[in-house]
């Protein structure tokens, strides 16, 4: 049973373009969602979280836009650059420890220049 | 701070031989974790630990073993390697007690098993 749900599995944008990626949970009791960054032969990195006490949250160029009634939350790049070209993973827990930290299968970035 | 360090960076094994992949953290943090990540299919929770002395099993447990005997060190240990178990293997740490559940990760172990 896939806990989060994530597309697209990867996404191609031109440089200065917005990359939009997707995420669905189905577990309620998650009240914790982060955004992992991971590039070729790296250990994943928390890029922005967000608590669904907010709507949106932004932090320079990305943005996380939280939909409670939707069990929904997507990751925005504005101006996307060749640096952002990556693997991202967005992801789901229970800060209280209950819900351990899952997953989604990950969105292979790739900005051209 | 070096943060979450794993050795060895790779590894080739023969199936059935066994091995320890180490991890350390120098943060403090409380919670550790192993993860695998396959192609397709994210990072999978293997074993964690909320402190020492306290293990418990996560999605993918199956093969391995894990101890915590301090709060700096977390290894996991294959018992009889499987082509299966080809992957590569991220530990992670995290202090939850601080408000967030940030996991540090380590830069990874690529295991092959042949």
């Known amino acids: 049973q896939q806990q989060v749900k994530q597309s697209p599995q990867s996404l191609i944008v031109q440089k200065g373009g917005i990359s939009i990626i997707n995420c669905a949970y189905e577990?309620?009791?998650?009240?914790?969602f982060p955004w992992y960054q991971q590039f070729p032969g790296k250990g994943p990195a928390l890029l922005i979280a967000?608590?669904?006490?907010?709507s949106e949250k932004k932090e320079g160029r990305f943005t996380i836009s939280f939909n409670k009634s939707a069990k929904q939350f997507s990751l925005h790049i504005m101006d996307s650059q060749p640096g952002d070209s990556a693997t991202y993973f967005c992801a789901a827990s229970k800060l209280s420890g209950s819900e351990k930290l899952v997953f989604g299968k990950g969105t292979k970035l790739t900005v051209n220049p | 701070n070096a943060g979450v360090t794993q050795t060895p960076k790779f590894q080739v094994l023969k199936t059935g031989q066994s091995m320890t992949l180490q991890c350390a953290q120098d943060?403090?943090?409380?919670?550790m974790s192993w993860y695998r990540q396959d192609p397709g299919m994210g990072l999978r929770l293997i074993h964690y630990s909320v402190g020492a002395g306290i293990t418990d099993q996560g999605e993918v447990p199956n093969g391995y073993n894990v101890s915590r005997s301090t709060t700096e060190d977390f290894p996991l240990r294959l018992l009889s390697a499987a082509p299966s178990q080809t992957s590569v293997y991220f530990c992670?740490?995290?202090?939850?007690?601080?408000?967030?559940?940030?996991?540090?990760f380590g830069p990874g172990t690529r295991l092959t098993v042949l």
């Open positions: 943060m403090n943090h409380e919670y």
């Open positions: 992670a740490s995290s202090s939850p007690s601080s408000g967030e559940d940030t996991q540090y």
């Open positions: 967000i608590r669904p006490d907010v």
């Open positions: 577990n309620t009791a998650f009240d914790y």
